[in-house]
Structure formats: C-alpha cells, structure tokens
C-alpha cells in the first residue's frame, strides 16, 4: 500500500518501533474481545442446560478445581468471571486507546516541529518561492489531518483484527449464517472503499487548498488594516474570506456526511442479512431450538462487531480524506531532503568570523534558480575593513541580490565571497555572527522592546549591558528610559505603538546589539520622511570608521557620506563618483 510505503519514509526508526509495539498491544486486545464474547457462552448453555456444566471437559476440570458443592456456586463463579474479563478487557481497551492518542499526538508535535524546522532551515531563495499562507497551512494543518488518518489506520487494525477473531468464532459457531453475514458487510465496506476513494480525496485536496487560501485572505485582511480601513475596502476582504471558507465548509460537510451515511445502510445488511439467512435454515428445515443459543451467541457478537463494521467505514472515509495531507508531507519531506543534498558543509563554529583586512567578491555570478539571465555576472569587487561602501542603481538591477550575496542568504551560482580568506559559505554560521542587518521593512514582534532588540533571544540569555549600549548607538536609550516601563514597554503588532523613525530604530539596535564587524543596509531609511531620514543616518554614521558598512540606497543624501559608492547596472558594479551634497 502507497500509505505504507510512504509513512516508513516519513517515520523515524523510534516510531516505527513504537507502531511495532502498538500492533502487539491491538493483538492483546484483540484476544481480550474474543474472550469477552465466548466466556458468555457457558454462561447461557449452562442456563438453559444444568446438565451442560457437568458434560464439558474444560467446564468439568474447572468444577474440579475449586470443588463447587452445586449447580449454583458454580454458575455464580462463571457470572464472576464473566464480570471480572470484561473488567480487565475494558480497562485495558482503555489503556490501549489512550496509548494509540499518546503516540499519535506526541508524533503529530514532533511531526509539526520537524516540518517548521525543515522549512526555517532552508535557503532565504526557498521562501522566495513558497507562499508563507501555504507553509502555514503544511505545520499546522497537514500535520494535524496527516495523524488523523495515523491514528485511523490504528483503529482500523483493531476494528478489522476484532471483526476476523470474532468472524473466525463465529465460523466454528454456524458456517453459513457467518458467511451469509460476512457476504453482505464485506461486499458493502467494498464497494464503499473503492466507490468512494477518489472521492474523498478529492475533497480532501480541496480541503486543503481552502484552508491555505483562509490562511491567507487572514493575513492580508489584518496585515494591511490600516489602508485597508482608510480606503474602506473592509467589504472586498471579508468577501474574500468569506467565499474561500465557504468552499472550504462545504468540504467539511461532504465529509462529515460520509463518515455518518454508512452506519444506518450497515445495519440495515447486517440485521437483513442475518435475518435472510436465518430464514433460509428455517424453510431448510433446521429446528427454532437450534437457533436459541445460536441467535443468543450471534446478539452478542453482534453487539461488538456491529459497531466495529460501523467504525471501518468511518475509519476508511478518514484515511482516504486525509491521504492527500500525508501525500503533502511526505513530497515536501521528499523535496526537503533533495534541497539538503545540494547544500555544502557548513562549518557551525559559533565563533564570530573575524574580518581583518576585507570582504572579497571573486568572479561571482548570480542566476535565480528560476530565471534564464544573470541578474549579476562575473563581478569582482573588494570592501576593505570599516569602510562604508555604498551600492547605487536603478530598480531590480541587483543591488540587493548582491546584499543577499554578501550576507549569505542567497548562494552564487559561480564564484564566492571571502571574509579575509575565508569562504562565507563554509563557514555561514560564523560569519553570520559577524553580520547585522538592517532591512528596508522592520519585522517587530507583538512583545516588548527588550525582546525585539534581543531579537530570538531566550529571555535568560539576554545581555542589557549589551542591549543598552546597542541602544545607545540607535540613539533610542533616552525615549527608552522616558518610558513608564522602559525595556519591557509592550510596542504591540509591528510596532504599531511606534513612529517610523523608531521602529528603524529598534531594527539599528538590534543589528547592533552582538557587536557585529559588518552592517548591512538595505534601503534602511527610504521609507521614512527626509526629517526622520537624517536622524536616523545620524545613528547610523556614528557607526562609520568603527564598522565596515554597506548600504543600499537611493537618495544622495543617504549616501553622501561613504568612502565609496559602486552603481549596479546591466548585472555588472562599476565604481561610480560620491555625489555631492
């Protein structure tokens, strides 16, 4: 089975020996469902035959053993029995459902972490291609439907292994009320699996195609409020919304439907045909005498197997609904691990990568995975230690593709950059450690300000001689310390609590806050007002002559103050004449 196949990839070794004891916990319980159901048959023969009791070997061994003094001791001793097997069978179902949940859901968290570390781990260029609304969707709900149908296949072995044993017990009880029965409910769950297969799945993709769609049209509905509310397009997005979800509702529904149709059309054939083939042993001539203890034994079985037969065609609908969300992790584990073999060794010294002399651009070219021209080609291009260079062009010539070069975030096509002589790409980590990075766009966190300029930080770890200082050359430590609650001053979603001028700020500080040998600057001030821009380029090059800089930008009055500027033009960078003020 493809399923199979595709969870034995998708497991670990630790998991896989946890199915394998699990399977063995379902065969004990299994067995414990047999003896609930023949440990009721003498019990009922001995009721309607005394004589029966005395007439059995295991029955007449038992009465030796404990030497009964009548019928009625004896009788009592099998209603005990029968009390405590479906005591100790119960408890013990119980225990292995709550050890079926435990597996299931203590994998689905680690299945969920495993994809978001899968997912934080890969290139920058990754998630240049991959919606965020989508990735969502695969950590939080494809894990969530993909341990759904786990824990169906579960359940569904205990329910099929249950239906066999006491299928099995039956067989031995009456040959052909058993097969007339197992005639009708088989050919029913059939033609139900492959009726519906495609089916379901098909829903199931929908399923997750909408849900990924409500993901997004939610983050683009709080994400942009503010112009949202100004240009009072509420309307348009909670349209949007509201159509995705009701695609996606109407999903749940066809699902919900199927998972509760066969139950009454299943009883229906089982009690038909039992009923059916009952009738067919009467007008054959078989006495009703005969059908007492059998119709009796045939009740309880059907008691528990009833319900078994209910819960396989449930079980069934889960799997086949939620088979495309394991299909989905499983191509993305399979894609993951492909963009993994690709990847250099990466030297995880945590040791900051020293620059002494300069970062060198050796014959570096650049063509996106998914593009056809060099957006860079053979550049060679040296920055020496604390100098501030800076990068001018038109739109889309490359400036930041060769900023993300630099920093490590995307990977040369041909050629390399090298920190004194060092290749960055191997030894990213350390060389990370000697970078800041201010973007053109803030991120903040809905926290405080201490957590947004010890930006991933565990709270413990955080450093507030460091912090301060960082703050301090931000130029932000005196509106900081003006605050009621000055570091732990909540700024709320994106900074919203913020100006502009401060959000930039706090991004300054937290490029500064570890110290870093090289600062790189991302059109950092051209969203802001030219009164907020000179401020900012005021923290920024009291930096200048302590660090290397590299700015983007495309005011003059941004880079006015560099030792060198270089215009990107037609994928080359050409050293171009300082401005003038």
Not at 10 to 31: D, N, P
Not at 350 to 371: C, H, Q, S, W
Not at 469 to 476: D, S, V
Request: with cysteine; charged share 20%; hydrophobic share 45%.
């Amino acid at each position: 089975m493809q399923i199979l196949k595709k969870l034995n990839y998708i497991f670990e070794k630790k998991q896989k020996i946890q199915l394998l004891i699990l399977f063995f916990v379902i065969l004990i319980g299994t067995a414990l469902e047999l003896m609930g159901v023949t440990i009721i048959l003498p019990f009922i023969n001995g009721i309607m035959d005394p004589e029966y009791v005395y007439q059995t070997d295991y029955l007449i061994a038992i009465n030796n053993i404990f030497h009964f003094k009548d019928y009625n001791q004896f009788m009592a001793f099998l209603g005990i029995a029968i009390i405590i097997v479906y005591i100790v069978k119960n408890v013990y179902i119980s225990v292995m459902y709550y050890q079926q949940y435990r597996f299931t859901f203590n994998n689905q968290r680690k299945m969920a972490y495993r994809m978001l570390d899968c997912y934080m781990r890969q290139p920058y260029y990754f998630h240049r291609t991959h919606n965020s609304s989508e990735l969502i969707r695969n950590v939080n709900s494809d894990t969530v439907m993909m341990f759904h149908a786990i824990l169906a296949v579960l359940q569904l072995l205990t329910e099929v292994l249950v239906c066999i044993v006491l299928g099995a017990f039956l067989f031995i009880m009456d040959k052909s009320i058993t097969i007339g029965i197992c005639v009708f409910l088989g050919g029913f769950a059939v033609v139900f699996a492959k009726g519906f297969k495609r089916y379901l799945e098909n829903i199931g993709q929908k399923d997750r195609k909408y849900n990924a769609e409500i993901v997004k049209w939610l983050q683009q509905s709080f994400g942009g409020i503010k112009e949202t509310k100004v240009s009072g397009r509420e309307e348009f997005f909670l349209n949007q919304f509201d159509h995705n979800y009701g695609i996606f509702a109407e999903c749940e529904r066809k699902y919900r439907f199927m998972q509760v149709a066969p139950r009454p059309i299943m009883e229906a054939v089982c009690i038909g045909g039992l009923m059916l083939v009952v009738v067919l042993k009467l007008l054959n001539g078989t006495t009703s005498e005969y059908f007492v203890t059998t119709i009796s034994v045939f009740a309880i079985a059907a008691f528990r197997v009833l319900p078994s037969f209910n819960r396989i065609t449930n079980y069934l609908s889960v799997i086949m609904f939620n088979y495309p969300a394991l299909d989905a992790v499983y191509q993305d584990l399979k894609e993951i691990e492909a963009l993994q073999a690709t990847y250099k060794v990466e030297d995880y010294d945590v040791t900051p990568l020293k620059l002494n002399e300069a970062i060198r651009v050796k014959d570096m070219t650049f063509v996106y995975p998914d593009g056809d021209l060099a957006v860079l080609e053979h550049i060679n291009l040296t920055i020496s230690r604390k100098q501030s260079v800076a990068f001018i062009g038109p739109s889309g010539a490359g400036k930041t593709t060769l900023a993300d070069i630099i920093l490590g975030a995307l990977e040369p096509t041909s050629g390399t950059v090298y920190a004194d002589e060092k290749d960055i790409f191997q030894n990213m980590t350390s060389w990370h450690k000697s970078l800041g990075y201010i973007p053109q766009s803030i991120y903040l966190m809905d926290d405080t300000v201490k957590n947004n300029v010890a930006f991933g930080i565990p709270v413990e770890e955080i450093d507030d001689a460091k912090l301060w200082k960082a703050l301090e050359q931000a130029q932000l430590k005196e509106f900081i310390q003006s605050l009621d609650k000055g570091l732990e001053t909540l700024i709320g979603e994106s900074g919203v609590r913020l100006s502009g001028g401060q959000r930039q700020r706090i991004g300054i500080a937290r490029a500064l806050y570890n110290d870093p040998e090289v600062l790189v600057l991302d059109e950092a001030t051209s969203a802001l007002d030219s009164e907020t821009e000179t401020a900012v380029m005021e923290a920024i090059e009291a930096l200048s002559g302590n660090k290397t800089l590299i700015i983007i930008a495309h005011r003059i009055s941004t880079i006015q103050n560099c030792d060198i500027v270089y215009e990107v033009k037609e994928g080359k960078v050409v050293e171009a004449k300082k401005p003038k003020a």
